[in-house]
C-alpha cells in the first residue's frame, strides 16, 4: 500500500533515499560491476516513493538503470520479504508471461547492504495513481479501454500453464482458500494495535462461508492499476510490477484482491477520499462489471462473489495493519502511514456492508 494521503500523479514517483533506509551504494556498485557487464561510474541513486512493503530504488548508471528491491527494516510477516523467492518466481515467469520485469542478480551476503537484494531492468513507461498526469487524458472510451486491459491481463496470468511455466514448486496447491483465510486471520491478530477494530465478525464470516478452491493458477496478489506498466502513447500494457506475494492459488482470491482497490465512482466518502489509482474515471468499468468480463474470458463462476469482495478487503486490511504496525512501534518514521489506522477501521465497514448485503 502507498500514502493514504497520496494524490501524486506521474511516471515514476523518486526522490532523495530515506535516512532510515540508505544503503553503502559504494558496496553495491562493486557487487553489481563484479556480476553485471556494461555498468560505468558511480550510479546516482534514488528511492521510489510509492511502495511501503519492500523498498525500491532506481539505480542509474551512464546507458543502464536498474531497479533494486530490498526488504524494509522492522516486523516482518513470516513468509513476506523474501528476496530469493521474488527473484525466482520472476525469473521463471517471463518466458510465458513477458510482462515480468528481467531481473538481473540476487544478492544473499548479508555483508553488502545487511540483507538479501536483488536487482532488475527497470522498466519505463506510464504508472497511474490517484491523478492523471499532466498531459495525459482519458475520455469515455480510453477509459473503459484500460479497464478492460486491466481486467484482460490478469485474465492472462491466470490461464499460463503452470507445469509448462516449471511453477509447480510456487506455492503449496489444493486447500489455498482455507489457508488464505487462517493465515491472514492470524497475521491480523498479530499486528493489531489498540486503535484498530477487532474484525471478529468478518473473520468468523468467512470462516463460516469459505468456498472450495476453484482452481490453482499462478496469482499475482495485488493486482492493482498502480502495478501496471503503459505505455505512454497507447497505454497497452509493458510490464506488470511487484510480485512479491506471488503464487500458486485461487484465481478467484487474486481478483477478490483487485476489486479491494478497485474505488469507484459512486463509493463512499471515505472510499474515494483514500484512492489512489483513477478507477473513478467515467468509462472505467465497475467491480460488477469487472467480474463479469474476468468469468467470460475465464469461464470461471464467480457466484460467490461477496465471499471473495470480503476477503479482498479483510486481507487489504491485515496489509495496512502490518505496515501501521511498524509505525506504531517506532520501527519506521515514514509520515505516509501515520493515519493507517484510519484506513483498518474503514475497510472493518466495508466489509461488514457487504457481508449484511449478502444476508448470511
Known amino acids: 500500500m502507498g500514502d493514504a494521503n497520496d494524490r501524486s500523479a506521474g511516471r515514476d514517483r523518486r526522490g532523495a533515499v530515506r535516512a532510515e533506509d540508505a544503503f553503502d551504494v559504494a558496496r553495491v556498485d562493486a557487487w553489481l560491476k563484479e556480476r553485471l557487464d556494461g555498468l560505468d561510474g558511480t550510479p546516482e541513486v534514488t528511492q521510489f516513493s510509492g511502495g511501503a512493503s519492500n523498498l525500491t530504488y532506481l539505480l542509474r548508471y551512464p546507458g543502464a538503470e536498474l531497479v533494486l528491491r530490498r526488504p524494509p527494516a522492522g516486523r516482518k510477516a513470516s513468509s513476506a520479504h523474501d528476496m530469493a523467492r521474488e527473484y525466482e518466481v520472476q525469473r521463471k515467469l517471463k518466458p510465458v508471461f513477458p510482462y515480468v520485469p528481467t531481473v538481473r542478480a540476487l544478492c544473499r551476503d548479508p555483508e553488502v547492504i545487511g540483507g538479501d537484494f536483488y536487482v532488475m531492468d527497470r522498466v519505463p513507461g506510464l504508472v497511474l495513481r490517484g491523478r492523471l498526469p499532466e498531459g495525459t487524458t482519458l475520455d469515455r472510451a480510453r477509459a473503459r479501454e484500460l479497464s478492460e486491459t486491466f481486467v484482460d491481463t490478469l485474465a492472462d496470468l491466470h490461464r499460463v500453464d503452470v507445469t509448462a511455466a516449471g511453477l509447480t514448486d510456487l506455492g503449496k496447491g489444493a486447500g489455498y482458500v482455507r489457508r488464505q483465510v487462517e493465515g491472514w486471520t492470524r497475521r491480523y491478530a498479530q499486528a493489531r494495535t489498540w486503535n484498530t477494530p477487532s474484525f471478529a465478525k468478518v473473520t468468523a464470516w468467512l470462516a463460516d462461508n469459505r468456498p472450495d478452491d476453484v482452481a490453482i493458477r499462478v496469482i499475482h496478489n495485488d493486482w492493482r492499476l498502480d502495478n501496471i506498466v503503459l505505455d505512454e502513447d497507447d497505454l497497452r500494457v509493458v510490464g506488470v510490477l511487484d510480485w512479491e506475494m506471488a503464487t500458486l492459488g485461487d484465481p478467484l482470491m487474486d481478483l477478490g484482491g483487485a476489486l479491494a482497490y478497485w ?87 466495508r466489509c461488514r456492508r457487504v457481508i449484511a448485503r449478502a444476508g448470511r
Open 263 to 349: 474505488v469507484q465512482a459512486d463509493d463512499g466518502r471515505m472510499a474515494r477520499a483514500t484512492r489512489r489509482r483513477p478507477s473513478h474515471l467515467p468509462g472505467m468499468l465497475t467491480r460488477a462489471e469487472i467480474v463479469e468480463r474476468y468469468c467470460d474470458r475465464t469461464g470461471l463462476d464467480a457466484g460467490n462473489r461477496p465471499f471473495y469482495e470480503v476477503f479482498g478487503l479483510f486481507r487489504l486490511a491485515v496489509i495496512a495493519q502490518q505496515i501501521y504496525y511498524r509505525y506504531h512501534h517506532g520501527q519506521t518514521r515514514n509520515p505516509a502511514f501515520r493515519t493507517l489506522w484510519l484506513a483498518v477501521n474503514h475497510l472493518d465497514r
